[in-house]
């Protein structure tokens, strides 16, 4: 079975600022200098302009904080919507949307007389899905508003519901149960769908959006959750416009292409297999947010290697189901090992290896972000040979 993944690139915007100075000096000779009385009419503008040097430096260093915290926003934002596209991405992968994707494409072309009209009801479909998700990344900003999106990434209480949050998301990824909506609204939706038009069309993807929340909805709630701890209003819309777009540009297209949909890989055991690696990738994400609450009631119970720990072990799990070695309820029997699973495990493997080191104090920059402080490290041997 041959398939194309797509390597994401992530794109990283640096704004520099180089404010030019410039001073003008002014020669004054000491020769015949004549001291004069000050008389009332006297222009005094230049003394009038003179400010305190502290104000002045205070005045320049709040416009440089209000500068970087710009940036640091837009930043968030560009970070925000590109994890959005990813999981979107991810989501096209999910047991619940893959085998969507050629039915709904076919449904289109053949109730279409030509290839316009096909591609015009994808494209309808696709801004159907994003206005379905940015609506809901729109209600996420309402709902808890600019103050409370700006303490959540500090709230002790916030974080732990999180935290809590993503493990039962990652439960759910792995088999444990299947999150899933109300029926009677999957019955409303579907049957609206079928009165045809754009709102036909409209209701087609609602339907679809509510039928594979069982999938998305881990990918949605993480997301969301990220989006709202970073403290950006608008994050949440973002974050759901970037997922919305990686859902809705396939249909449009396979719609354009519909020779396209045979190069597809077919449905099988796969499709679980990428939904159980992101419940390994949900665990371990979740304990961000358990090492944010006893940063803020300082516990420090959850130190840096008890961090490391469990990643190994949540990776290292991953690697060995990789590899055939564990299975799960909804898994199928692998009969023999693929090129490409065999290249994911390595890959894993290999991370593992990398964090090891990190249990006596190494630095590990690349994923230091995700860690807690090194300062909780309980045993660090760069300080042992130090005293020594």
Not at 145 to 161: D, R, Y
Request: net charge neutral.
């Amino acid at each position: 079975m041959h398939s194309k993944y797509i390597i994401f690139l992530w794109v990283l915007i640096l704004f520099i600022i180089t404010p030019a100075m410039a001073q003008d000096t002014a020669a004054v000779s000491l020769n015949e200098i004549e001291f004069t009385d000050i008389e009332a009419n006297v222009d005094t503008a230049v003394t009038t302009d003179v400010r305190p040097i502290n104000e002045v430096n205070a005045g320049k260093t709040r416009v440089k904080m209000e500068n970087v915290d710009s940036k640091e926003k837009v930043q968030s934002l560009w970070t925000t919507f590109f994890g959005g596209l990813i999981g979107g991405f991810a989501a096209l992968l999910m047991p619940c949307i893959f085998p969507m994707l050629p039915l709904t494409v076919s449904f289109f072309t053949k109730s279409s007389s030509d290839k316009r009209g096909a591609l015009m009801k994808a494209i309808l479909y696709g801004v159907s899905i994003i206005v379905i998700y940015v609506a809901l990344g729109l209600l996420v900003t309402i709902l808890f508003g600019s103050v409370a999106l700006n303490a959540l990434s500090t709230n002790g209480v916030f974080n732990f519901f999180f935290f809590l949050l993503l493990v039962v998301f990652a439960a759910s990824f792995l088999g444990a149960f299947g999150i899933t909506l109300p029926s009677t609204w999957v019955n409303k939706m579907d049957a609206k769908s079928d009165t045809g038009g754009l709102f036909g069309i409209f209701f087609m993807a609602a339907t679809l959006a509510i039928v594979s929340f069982s999938c998305t909805g881990p990918i949605i709630g993480t997301l969301l959750v990220q989006a709202a701890s970073s403290g950006a209003l608008l994050g949440p819309a973002i974050g759901m416009f970037g997922f919305s777009i990686a859902l809705a540009i396939p249909f449009a297209l396979f719609a354009l292409f519909p020779s396209g949909l045979k190069a597809l890989p077919k449905s099988g055991g796969w499709l679980n297999s990428v939904k159980v690696v992101l419940g390994f990738l949900e665990l371990a994400f979740a304990l961000k947010f358990l090492s944010n609450v006893d940063l803020a009631y300082h516990w420090n119970w959850f130190d840096r290697e008890v961090f490391l720990a469990l990643w190994i072990v949540i990776f290292g799990l991953m690697g060995l189901y990789l590899l055939g070695k564990l299975k799960f309820a909804h898994d199928s029997q692998i009969q023999h090992l693929s090129v490409l699973r065999a290249f994911f495990a390595i890959v894993v493997m290999a991370f593992v290896v990398y964090l090891i080191p990190g249990m006596w104090g190494a630095p590990l920059k690349s994923v230091s972000a995700f860690l807690p402080p090194s300062a909780t490290q309980d045993f660090d041997l760069s300080n042992v040979q130090n005293n020594f």
